[in-house]
Protein backbone atom coordinates (compact mmCIF):
# COMPACT_ATOMS: atom_id res chain seq x y z
CA UNK A 1 0.00 0.00 0.00
CA UNK A 2 1.05 3.52 -0.49
CA UNK A 3 0.20 6.70 1.29
CA UNK A 4 -0.05 10.00 -0.13
CA UNK A 5 2.44 11.83 2.48
CA UNK A 6 4.46 8.62 0.62
CA UNK A 7 4.16 9.46 -2.65
CA UNK A 8 4.94 13.07 -2.27
CA UNK A 9 7.96 12.25 -0.66
CA UNK A 10 9.17 9.86 -3.41
CA UNK A 11 8.41 12.30 -5.80
CA UNK A 12 10.39 14.90 -3.37
CA UNK A 13 13.41 12.48 -3.56
CA UNK A 14 13.47 12.29 -7.33
CA UNK A 15 13.16 15.68 -7.93
CA UNK A 16 10.27 15.38 -9.78
CA UNK A 17 6.84 17.53 -10.31
CA UNK A 18 3.86 15.24 -10.55
CA UNK A 19 3.47 15.94 -14.72
CA UNK A 20 6.98 14.12 -14.58
CA UNK A 21 5.70 11.36 -12.46
CA UNK A 22 2.17 11.10 -14.50
CA UNK A 23 4.73 10.57 -18.05
CA UNK A 24 7.01 8.52 -16.18
CA UNK A 25 4.50 6.04 -14.94
CA UNK A 26 1.96 6.51 -18.29
CA UNK A 27 -0.79 8.06 -16.34
CA UNK A 28 -3.17 11.13 -16.38
CA UNK A 29 -1.67 14.10 -14.48
CA UNK A 30 -5.51 13.82 -12.88
CA UNK A 31 -5.02 10.67 -11.63
CA UNK A 32 -1.69 11.85 -9.65
CA UNK A 33 -3.14 15.00 -8.23
CA UNK A 34 -5.95 12.60 -7.10
CA UNK A 35 -3.45 9.91 -5.26
CA UNK A 36 -1.43 12.72 -3.64
CA UNK A 37 -5.41 14.40 -2.57
CA UNK A 38 -5.72 11.11 -0.75
CA UNK A 39 -6.11 10.99 3.10
CA UNK A 40 -3.63 8.67 4.09
CA UNK A 41 -3.72 5.26 1.60
CA UNK A 42 -3.80 6.27 -1.64
CA UNK A 43 -6.68 5.39 -3.46
CA UNK A 44 -6.73 4.36 -6.95
CA UNK A 45 -7.36 1.80 -9.78
CA UNK A 46 -4.87 -0.65 -8.94
CA UNK A 47 -3.78 -0.81 -12.48
CA UNK A 48 -2.61 3.05 -12.41
CA UNK A 49 -1.28 2.60 -8.58
CA UNK A 50 0.89 -0.43 -9.91
CA UNK A 51 2.07 1.67 -12.84
CA UNK A 52 3.05 4.70 -10.16
CA UNK A 53 4.80 1.82 -8.17
CA UNK A 54 6.45 0.30 -11.13
CA UNK A 55 7.99 3.46 -12.15
CA UNK A 56 9.05 4.90 -8.53
CA UNK A 57 11.18 1.37 -8.39
CA UNK A 58 12.70 1.96 -11.82
CA UNK A 59 13.40 5.65 -10.97
CA UNK A 60 14.85 4.10 -8.00
CA UNK A 61 12.87 4.94 -4.91
CA UNK A 62 12.16 1.61 -2.92
CA UNK A 63 8.41 2.33 -0.91
CA UNK A 64 8.78 1.00 2.70
CA UNK A 65 5.32 -0.47 4.63
CA UNK A 66 4.60 -0.72 8.21
CA UNK A 67 7.25 -2.86 10.44
CA UNK A 68 9.85 -3.23 7.14
CA UNK A 69 13.76 -2.78 8.39
CA UNK A 70 14.31 0.66 8.89
CA UNK A 71 15.37 3.08 11.45
CA UNK A 72 11.80 3.61 12.53
CA UNK A 73 8.83 1.46 12.40
CA UNK A 74 6.27 3.29 10.36
CA UNK A 75 5.67 4.04 6.61
CA UNK A 76 8.16 5.52 4.14
CA UNK A 77 10.34 6.13 1.37
CA UNK A 78 13.97 5.74 0.58
CA UNK A 79 16.13 5.75 -2.91
CA UNK A 80 17.21 2.39 -3.17
CA UNK A 81 21.34 1.65 -3.36
CA UNK A 82 22.75 2.31 -6.57
Wanted: glycine content about 10%.
Amino acid sequence: MLTSAQLKAARALLGLDQADLALAAGVSLPTIQRMEASEGIVRAQVDSLMKVLDALDRLGVEVMGPGQASNARGRGVRLKDA
